[in-house]
């Protein structure tokens, strides 16, 4: 059984940075998943697209939301099974829950659609 699992959200200021972790279990993450993605959702609103890493036999190819280009850069770690989200220069709208998610299938998915897998979770609260 496929989980996803995050963790490294919390309480952070204007300005700062946190790292978010998407840990996999139940398949090996290179061989079984050929997408990543990270979502996001506010209170009352739709979730919508942070930002996606697909890869391929000749490397990574990202993919991010106008809104947090050039702030956040995701990543991967087949050793750990990991993907990661840095988030630096925070600011009061990236308030939200952050999710991950994976599927097996290659290229830039932007939708929740897209994705098979989820994780539960987890708050990001950038207070001014």
């Known amino acids: 059984q496929v989980q996803l699992v995050e963790s490294g959200g919390g309480l952070v200021q204007t300005g700062g940075s946190l790292r978010l972790s998407c840990a996999a279990s139940?398949?090996?993450?290179?061989?079984?998943?050929?997408?990543m993605g990270w979502f996001r959702q506010c209170p009352g609103k739709e979730r919508e697209f942070v930002a996606a890493?697909?890869?391929?036999?000749?490397?990574?190819?990202?993919y991010y939301a106008d809104s947090v280009k050039g702030r956040f850069t995701i990543s991967r770690e087949s050793a750990k099974n990991t993907a990661y989200l840095q988030m630096n220069s925070l600011k009061s709208e990236d308030t939200a829950v952050y999710y991950c998610?994976?599927?097996?299938?290659?290229?830039?998915?932007?939708?929740?659609?897209?994705?098979?897998?989820w994780g539960q979770g987890t708050q990001v609260t950038v207070s001014s």
């Open positions: 890493i697909t890869w391929r036999f000749i490397g990574n190819y990202t």
């Open positions: 998610a994976a599927r097996t299938t290659r290229g830039a998915a932007q939708t929740d659609g897209e994705y098979d897998y």
């Open positions: 139940g398949r090996t993450f290179s061989s079984y998943f050929n997408t």
